[in-house]
C-alpha cells in the first residue's frame, strides 16, 4: 500500500523523514454544495489529489487533509458544512503550528477552496510566517492555474465562478466517477460594471459579499455560477498537468529556501 500521508506512519518513520526532509503539504478544502452535477466534497478532493500528485513526483510527506472550510453562503443548499473565519484561522495556524514544532520548515498548503478560504489562511499563514521563522506558502489552483486556465476557457468573461468550466473539467479528469455531467446546467451572471468573481477576465473588480438570500437568488436553482456545459475531460486533464507541474517546481523552490526556525512551544 502506497503510504503519502503522514496518518499512515508511525511517529519513528516521521523522525526519519525530519532527519533528511523538512518539507509538508498540507491540503485543506470544503464540503459545499457544487450544483447538480459535481459531489461537496469537491474542493477537498482537489486539494487531495493534487497533494498525492505532487507528493508521489516529489517524494513529499501529506499532511491529514481538511474537509471543512469557509462557505456561508453555500449554506442556501443541504449538506454544505461551514466553519468560521476565525475557526478555519486556529486550525490551519495550529496544525501548521504543530508540524513546525517537530521540525517540519517547508509548508506548503494546497487551498481547494479557492477564494473563499484565502483571508482567513492567509492570517494564518502570515501569522505562522512571522513567529516561527518557517517558510510557508498557499498554493490556490484559481492561482497557480491562471496561464493554462486563461488559455483553455471558453465561458464568456464572468463565466468562471462556482462548480464551472474548469472545476468541473478538473473533476472529470480526477474523479470522472463523481461527475454527472448531464445535470450540468449553465447559469451566467447578468453583465454589470463591476466583475465579482471570475478571476481570468480583465476588467474593473469590487468585492461584494454575498448572503444566503443573495446567493441562493443568483444561483437557483443548480447552485452553478458559469457555463459547465462547455466542460471537457480533455481541459481538465491539461489543467491538472499544469496544476501538478506548477506544485513540482514549488516544492522543489521550497527545499532551496534559507530557513531559520526559532524556538517555539506546541499549542496549548
Ligand atoms: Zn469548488
Not at 516529489?58 to 453555500?74: F, L, Q, R
Not at 499563514?125 to 489552483?141: H, Q, S
Not at 521550497?254 to 512551544?265: D, F, G, P, Q, Y
Request: charge should be positive; proline fraction near 7%.
Amino acid at each position: 500500500m502506497e503510504k503519502l500521508y503522514l496518518y499512515q506512519w508511525t511517529w519513528a518513520e516521521v523522525k526519519a523523514y525530519l532527519k533528511k526532509d523538512s518539507v509538508i503539504i498540507v491540503p485543506f478544502g470544503s464540503t459545499e454544495q457544487h450544483g447538480l452535477h459535481l459531489p461537496l466534497g469537491n474542493d477537498a478532493l482537489v486539494a487531495i489529489r493534487l497533494a498525492e500528485d505532487a507528493a508521489r513526483i516529489t517524494k513529499t510527506i501529506v499532511a491529514p487533509p481538511c474537509w471543512y472550510g469557509w462557505s456561508p453562503h453555500h449554506m442556501a443548499y443541504p449538506g454544505t458544512i461551514s466553519i468560521t473565519p476565525e475557526t478555519l484561522i486556529s486550525v490551519l495556524y495550529e496544525v501548521l503550528r504543530s508540524l513546525i514544532y517537530h521540525g517540519f520548515q517547508r509548508l506548503i498548503v494546497i487551498n481547494g477552496h479557492r477564494t473563499a478560504n484565502l483571508p482567513p489562511m492567509q492570517i494564518a499563514t502570515t501569522r505562522i510566517r512571522n513567529e516561527t521563522g518557517a517558510y510557508v506558502t498557499i498554493a490556490d489552483p484559481f492561482y497557480i492555474g491562471d496561464t493554462v486556465s486563461r488559455k483553455i476557457r471558453e465561458s464568456p468573461p464572468g463565466g468562471i465562478g462556482h462548480a464551472e468550466e474548469l472545476e468541473t473539467s478538473h473533476m472529470m479528469h480526477i474523479f470522472p466517477d463523481l461527475v454527472d455531467i448531464k445535470k450540468a446546467v449553465k447559469n451566467l451572471p447578468h453583465k454589470k460594471k463591476f466583475h465579482f468573481a471570475d478571476p481570468y477576465m480583465i476588467g474593473d473588480r469590487v468585492f461584494t459579499p454575498s448572503s444566503l438570500e443573495s446567493f441562493r437568488d443568483a444561483t437557483k436553482p443548480s447552485g452553478v455560477t458559469g457555463d459547465p456545459t462547455l466542460s471537457t475531460e480533455e481541459k481538465g486533464k491539461i489543467l491538472h498537468k499544469a496544476l501538478v507541474d506548477n506544485l513540482v517546481e514549488l516544492i522543489k523552490l521550497a527545499r532551496k529556501e534559507k530557513v531559520s526556525l526559532k524556538r517555539i512551544t506546541p499549542c496549548f
